[in-house]
């Protein structure tokens, strides 16, 4: 037996079209789209966006994500204003033991963790 992938589901938070607009924002490409769940990403990753708001289950929900230029990374954030256009918080460039890493906690209260 061979584990061929991991999507988890993320939560929208109370606002899901909202979420769902700030995860293409980020650039995550939509694999599919149905009325409560948005699949999103490519053959490298997978997360699939749930219309579901607990703030509590949201809160203490954490996904790491890799990407290749965390400097690059922030600054399409910055200069797409997505602070400014979708409430979230964006924490500044850390160096931890892993790497260089980035946190965004999005629209339903998941932190993000953006490691390069």
């Known amino acids: 037996?061979?584990?061929?992938?991991?999507?988890?589901?993320?939560?929208?938070?109370?606002?899901?079209?909202?979420?769902?607009?700030?995860?293409?924002?980020?650039?995550?490409?939509?694999?599919?789209?149905?009325?409560?769940?948005?699949?999103?990403?490519?053959?490298?990753?997978?997360?699939?966006?749930?219309?579901?708001?607990?703030d509590e289950f949201a809160q203490n929900f954490m996904l790491s994500v890799r990407v290749d230029d965390i400097d690059a990374f922030q600054e399409m954030v910055l200069n797409k204003k997505l602070v400014e256009k979708f409430g979230i918080r964006v924490g500044t460039i850390i160096q931890q033991p892993y790497g260089r890493e980035l946190n965004i906690i999005d629209i339903a209260g998941v932190c993000w963790h953006f490691v390069q």
Do not use: C, T
């Open 1 to 54: 037996m061979q584990y061929l992938s991991l999507e988890p589901f993320v939560p929208s938070g109370a606002e899901f079209n909202k979420s769902k607009e700030l995860f293409i924002a980020l650039g995550f490409p939509v694999r599919w789209d149905m009325e409560d769940y948005v699949g999103f990403g490519d053959d490298g990753f997978r997360f699939i966006l749930q219309r579901y708001h607990h």
